[in-house]
């Protein structure tokens, strides 16, 4: 069975992380993904990493997180030639993804409505900051500053440290991962209707649909957050010290709760109510504590599964990834080896799986920028002669 998004192509026009993590996920499921790039002005995020000799090679690794499946083509985009390059793409596409400031490609003749009478089956999908409309729309951002404009950096820490941004990009690729929700759905009303869309998705909005439950206990319930550390309204969630580290626990419930004073020989401790855990939070933090301080985290993890009350030691990331259930499922995947190298690349491509032979797959690595614009071109009708032309312009990179 193919792919689901096989025999579509998409034309990803973005940088950074949000947009380019949107199309990578199309083309973890069979679409053709056709990145576009400036020569002498690449996607950031080739230029940022852990590795300084990958940035320097433009193969950084916030690059590489997001760079699999896809061909590369270098099209300077403020050349006129470029730009009609770009709606030969675009002609023949089914999804554009680009995430410029609102308002850039439209001054190119690459905006909606020009793509769109050139395609009227073109699935036109355009990430911001804050959306194409509104008092806000001509700002830019990035992940952290959508975690604090958001209000989820005032959530995250304690009083004694200040907000705290999450480690990782959280809103990044929460708004790749919504991108390919809106797209997937734009494309299911075209199979039905025969019409393109306009998706105009805003990076702040995305960020607030990870608020979507503080939200309502505002909206509804009249509290605002306040700093939420590692402390929940139950002591029978969050963290505790065992002996060789800490162990998060997650009795959300009442039954599971009852679990845990089981397991832990204090049925005595059981609460009748939420409201009642509320109360008696303090007394039943001070237990839980005096208990898992007795022993390590290994004990008490193989004892909660037993009673199936979910918890888990606060593992590294190195840790994490060793896990067997990983293996078992095929998150990491390799792709090949990092262009230019013998290196393999291991990356993580979807935590879902589709019967019949439809599963996420990576099967090329992230490619070098420019790798494939004269292979593209050729496929879309230009001779050796317009290529060459084209370079000698500047419209293209001077050489694959």
């Avoid at 990958?54 to 997180?65: E, K, V």
């Avoid at 590369?72 to 680009?98: E, I, N, T």
């Avoid at 308002?103 to 900051?129: E, F, K, T, W």
């Avoid at 580290?245 to 059981?270: E, F, H, K, Y």
Wanted: contains cysteine; aromatic residues 6%.
């Amino acid at each position: 069975m193919a792919r689901p998004f096989e025999g579509l192509r998409v034309i990803d026009a973005t940088h950074v992380l949000a947009g380019p993590f949107a199309a990578y996920q199309m083309a973890a499921l069979g679409a053709e993904v056709i990145r576009v790039e400036r020569p002498d002005d690449p996607d950031q995020s080739r230029l940022q990493g852990t590795d300084p000799a990958l940035n320097a090679a433009r193969m950084g690794t916030a690059y590489l997180a997001q760079g699999s499946g896809k061909r590369s083509v270098a099209l300077d985009l403020k050349h006129p030639a470029a730009q009609a390059v770009m709606r030969r793409l675009v002609a023949g596409a089914d999804v554009f993804v680009q995430n410029f400031r609102p308002g850039a490609l439209d001054a190119l003749g690459l905006g909606h409505a020009a793509m769109a009478a050139l395609n009227p089956r073109l699935v036109y999908c355009s990430i911001s900051a804050y959306g194409q409309t509104g008092p806000r729309a001509a700002e830019t951002g990035y992940d952290n500053v959508f975690q604090a404009t958001s209000g989820l950096m005032a959530m995250t820490g304690t009083d004694a440290s200040g907000p705290l941004r999450a480690g990782a990009p959280v809103v990044d690729y929460a708004t790749g991962y919504m991108a390919a929700f809106a797209i997937s759905a734009a494309l299911l009303r075209r199979a039905t209707e025969g019409v393109g869309a306009h998706v105009d998705l805003s990076m702040f909005e995305a960020a607030l649909m990870l608020m979507s439950a503080p939200i309502a206990g505002l909206t509804v319930g009249g509290q605002a957050p306040g700093p939420q550390g590692n402390r929940f309204p139950s002591a029978c969630l969050g963290t505790y010290a065992a002996r060789d580290g800490l162990l998060m626990i997650g009795a959300s419930n009442l039954r599971q709760q009852r679990r845990l004073w089981a397991a832990l020989g204090r049925p005595d401790m059981v609460r009748e109510s939420f409201d009642a855990g509320r109360e008696s939070h303090a007394e039943d933090a001070a237990a839980l504590a005096a208990i898992f301080a007795t022993g390590d985290c290994a004990r008490w993890e193989t004892l909660l599964r037993h009673h199936r009350v979910p918890a888990a030691r606060v593992r590294t990331l190195p840790e994490a990834l060793a896990d067997p259930q990983l293996a078992a499922r095929g998150l990491l995947q390799q792709p090949g080896t990092l262009p230019g190298s013998e290196v393999p690349l291991t990356l993580p491509v979807a935590p879902f799986r589709i019967s019949g032979g439809g599963d996420p797959v990576i099967d090329r690595p992230p490619p070098a920028l420019g790798a494939d614009t004269d292979a593209v071109l050729r496929d879309m009708g230009f001779g050796p002669a317009e290529i060459a032309d084209l370079r000698r312009s500047g419209a293209i990179a001077p050489g694959d």
